[in-house]
């Protein structure tokens, strides 16, 4: 069983900045693929960030040369450094695993997704 904890949400001011990380137990983090998704308030479910087994990454247009995301195999935890944010960011963020992924596949949808973290909670103000 496979166990992932988001921690480093909070409130900033838009242009502020926040690093999440997700912390991933229970099995073989170095051959997961993960993403970071988030829900707003009366909102779905969307796909924020992605990395692959192998590093290789894909981003939402809303977010790209704002949000990197990244992975220490090292230390079982991925991040998403959350640069220059913007009021439209504010959302809950979720980090997701795919314990089986194909060596260059990167996942965006929700349902490819095996486990989940609890959430964390993004406000920006204006």
């Known amino acids: 069983q496979v166990q992932l904890v988001e921690s480093g949400g909070g409130s900033v001011q838009a242009g502020g900045s926040l690093r999440l990380s997700c912390a991933a137990s229970g099995g073989t983090f170095s051959s997961y693929a993960m993403g970071w998704f988030r829900q707003a308030p009366g909102k779905e479910r969307e796909f924020v960030a992605t990395?692959?087994?192998?590093?290789?990454?894909v981003y939402i247009d809303s977010v790209k040369g704002r949000f990197t995301i990244s992975r220490d195999n090292a230390k079982n935890t991925v991040y998403l450094q959350m640069n220059s944010l913007k009021p439209e960011d504010t959302a809950v963020y979720y980090c997701?695993?795919?314990?089986?992924?194909?060596?260059?596949?990167?996942?965006?949808?929700?349902?490819?997704?095996?486990?989940w973290g609890q959430g964390t909670q993004v406000t920006v103000s204006s």
């Open positions: 990395i692959s087994k192998i590093g290789t990454t």
């Open positions: 997701a695993a795919v314990v089986r992924p194909g060596t260059w596949r990167t996942y965006r949808i929700t349902t490819e997704y095996d486990y």
